[in-house]
């Protein structure tokens, strides 16, 4: 399955709406528990990836309520709703409906 | 507290072969599934394979399999990766991550993550 993320490169101003797109070539939507296998992931510069949405819009535990997770199927977002200085970050979409399991390219996130 | 350390990278002439580790502690190892992901220098992440809590399935990208092998020693609570035939396009930092699991033990992304060690293939 290949994931593919828009844009590669995002600028918001703080306070304001940052919104990242995934769109995988085949559903992840499995049918027996009604769960897309679909993850999020925040990684900031010399650490490794977080995670931050599970099943396209679970919210992982500590993960600030800004952070939301949308979409089914084969179409998916993330949406920081009110960018903070510390969310400035590449975020990686991730597939784990089938394997091989697959990333997105990534999208930089950066301040206006 | 809940951790992954991995351990075993470095400098590798090409053609030679490595084994990564990563050391589990804080929770039940022998319960989780564990992934391998690697991240090429300046580059995005790649999935590289994943094995059952109990070792019964190992699975690997195509890019990997064949000289790839994961495998897990659950009475040492550490997860291992064997890479032979290294080649300068396995350069990266190697994390091993945690499968979640909710309630109800149904699986769900990489929970928990190590810091990652770094392999450099160069002669």
């Known amino acids: 399955i290949v994931m593919t993320q828009s844009p590669d490169s995002l600028a918001v101003s703080l306070g304001e709406r940052a919104t990242i797109n995934c769109k995988s070539s085949?559903?992840?939507?499995?049918?027996?528990?009604?769960?897309?296998?679909l993850a999020w992931y925040q990684q900031k510069p010399r650490q490794p990836p977080k995670l931050l949405i599970y099943?396209?819009?679970t919210r992982e535990s500590g993960v600030p309520d800004r952070f939301n997770g949308s979409g089914s199927g084969t179409d998916f977002t993330l949406t920081i709703s009110s960018l903070q200085a510390e969310d400035v970050a590449v975020y990686y979409c991730?597939?784990?409906?089938?394997?091989?399991?697959?990333f997105g390219q990534g999208t930089k996130l950066e301040i206006k | 507290q809940v951790q992954l350390v991995e351990s075993g990278g470095g400098v590798v002439q090409p053609g030679r072969s490595l084994r990564l580790s990563c050391a589990a502690s804080?929770?039940?190892?022998?319960?989780?599934?564990m992934h391998w992901v690697r991240q090429a220098p300046g580059k995005g992440l790649e999935w590289v394979a994943v094995?059952?809590?109990?070792?019964?399935?190992?699975y690997y990208a195509d890019s990997v399999k064949g000289r790839f092998t994961v495998s897990r020693d659950n009475s040492k609570n550490t997860l291992y990766l064997r890479i032979n035939s290294l080649r300068a396009e396995d350069t990266a930092v190697y994390y091993c991550?945690?499968?979640?699991?909710?309630?109800?033990?149904?699986?769900?992304?990489?929970?928990?993550w190590g810091q990652g060690t770094t392999v450099t293939v160069s002669s």
């Open positions: 991730h597939q784990d409906y089938s394997v091989p399991n697959s």
């Open positions: 099943w396209a819009s």
């Open positions: 085949q559903s992840v939507l499995y049918s027996s528990n009604n769960n897309n296998y």
């Open positions: 094995i059952w809590y109990d070792g019964s399935e190992k």
């Open positions: 991550a945690r499968v979640g699991r909710d309630g109800y033990n149904y699986d769900y992304g990489m929970d928990v």
């Open positions: 804080g929770f039940t190892f022998s319960s989780y599934g």
